[in-house]
T-cell receptor
Framework: RKEVEQDPGPFNVPEGATVAFNCTYSNSASQSFFWYRQDCRKEPKLLMS???SGNEDGRFTAQLNRASQYISLLIRDSKLSDSATYLCVGGRGKLQFGAGTQVVVTP | GAGVSQSPRYKVAKRGQDVALRCDPISGHVSLFWYQQALGQGPEFLTY????????KSGLPSDRFFAERPEGSVSTLKIQRTQQEDSAVYLCASSPTGQDEQFFGPGTRLTVL
């Protein structure tokens, strides 16, 4: 079983809609959590760090639930350019990546 | 400023050939990580350096894989006697301290024929 599990999707989202998805992690010692975005045949790029208190960056909101060991990402007012694979990442020093959730925003 | 760079971007090797992949981290970043990414999967950890010290190599799939960072900056991942299952994208990432976010290079796409 992988340490970080994600729904692979795809999540098909109409432009302007809201989409949310989670990932779960198994290592309770994990201290650092991130969401990365990866476009096809490109490297992962940091989208945002995830803090215990939850955090927001523009249209993106991330939440961490330590008790249930899951992390969520919510995207509001989806844009076509949000189409990508979103990688959930957690760990302590050595980061473990999920396999990614594919999001497809349609016109 | 300059990001993480990797070379070559693409490498085609014949089975049994040795390859060397280079990573130039962001200047001043203490930590450097190597990952292997297969199609449709997330990056899988290979090894991790803090300065020149290799602190964790638990992800290296076999003793054919070897990484070094002799001066605490540039790193090389070497794969000896390549096999078809080594075909993947090899990503390098650097981090200011190792406990925070990592910044990735563009990767080297290795194809073993």
């Amino acid at each position: 079983r992988k340490e970080v599990e994600q729904d692979p999707g795809p999540f098909n989202v109409p432009e302007g809609a809201t989409v949310a998805f989670n990932c779960t992690y198994s290592n309770s010692a994990s201290q650092s959590f991130f969401w990365y975005r990866q476009d096809c045949r490109k490297e992962p790029k940091l989208l945002m760090s995830v803090y215990s208190s939850g955090n927001e960056d523009g249209r993106f909101t991330a939440q961490l639930n330590r008790a249930s060991q899951y992390i969520s990402l919510l995207i509001r007012d989806s844009k076509l350019s949000d189409s990508a694979t979103y990688l959930c990442v957690g760990g302590r020093g050595k980061l473990q990546f999920g396999a990614g959730t594919q999001v497809v925003v349609t016109p | 400023g300059a990001g993480v760079s990797q070379s070559p971007r693409y490498k085609v090797a014949k089975r049994g050939q040795d390859v060397a992949l280079r990573c130039d981290p962001i200047s001043g970043h203490v930590s450097l990580f190597w990952y292997q990414q297969a199609l449709g999967q997330g990056p899988e950890f290979l090894t991790y350096f803090q300065n020149e010290a290799q602190l964790d190599k638990s992800g290296l799939p076999s003793d054919r894989f070897f990484a070094e960072r002799p001066e605490g900056s540039v790193s090389t991942l070497k794969i000896q006697r390549t096999q078809q299952e080594d075909s993947a994208v090899y990503l390098c990432a650097s981090s200011p301290t190792g406990q925070d976010e990592q910044f990735f290079g563009p990767g080297t796409r290795l194809t073993v024929l």
